[in-house]
T-cell receptor, first 112, second 118 residues
């Protein structure tokens, strides 16, 4: 896995956009960036992934810099239910294993 | 389409007993992964299986732990002679087969089994 670096914690006001940054300066050209989140006591939830282009789905948007050394996950209108630990992961491409290496992630606290 | 199912959701065992955790992957998924989350710690990979094959068990403790994913039925994570340090949440994930694509397949997680060893 390419090493990823995320802030330990962030606050966001309810209804505002939450922008969660991730640095992955050692990422290789064919490694995707995945985002998962874990709401307290629940199983991790897949959010989105991308390679080079920006991606958007019903949950979030993913902005990847042109040099691919960093990315930002955007929750456009954060709600209290979005309070969770968010993990940015860049698993190795190819090979025989698909294991995910979870770091410490970012604890996003959405405030009312 | 039902998600990844794990049972039991909560399991209590006394030291020295055996624990069996079951995981049914999403329909159409033939890859299963097990992760462990110790109290107040992060998620750690344990093992990656395909039907009837263990692909990567680099995260499995050397003793007492085993995993299988038979041709029919759920994947089983088995812990023999449990100790208090085995108390944790055990999560299973599954992913589909993406033939010919050299990327890590998106993994979908179950709700977990919380094991408590008394």
């Amino acid at each position: 896995d390419a090493k990823t670096t995320q802030p330990t914690s962030m606050d966001c006001a309810e209804g505002r956009a939450a922008n969660l940054p991730c640095n992955h300066s050692t990422i290789s050209g064919n490694e995707y960036v995945y985002w998962y989140r874990q709401i307290h006591s629940q199983g991790p939830q897949y959010i989105i992934h991308g390679l080079k282009n920006n991606e958007t789905n019903e949950m979030a948007s993913l902005i990847i810099t042109e040099d691919r050394k960093s990315s930002t996950l955007i929750l456009p209108h954060a709600t209290l239910r979005d309070t969770a630990v968010y993990y940015c992961i860049a698993p190795p491409a190819g090979g025989a294993t698909n294991k995910l290496i979870f770091g410490t992630g970012t604890l996003l606290a959405v405030q009312p | 389409n039902a998600g990844v199912m794990q049972n039991p959701r909560h399991l209590v065992r006394r030291r020295g007993q055996e624990a069996r955790l079951r995981c049914s992957p999403m329909k159409g998924h033939s890859h299963v992964y097990w992760y462990r989350q110790l109290p107040e710690e992060g998620l750690k990979f344990m093992v990656y299986l395909q039907k009837e094959n263990i692909i990567d068990e680099s995260g499995m403790p050397k003793e007492r732990f085993s995993a299988e994913f038979p041709k029919e039925g759920p994947s089983i994570l088995r812990i023999q002679q449990v100790v208090r340090g085995d108390s944790a949440a055990y999560f299973c994930a599954s992913s589909p087969v993406i033939a010919g694509v050299g990327i890590a397949d998106t993994q979908y997680f179950g709700p977990g089994t919380r094991l408590t060893v008394l």
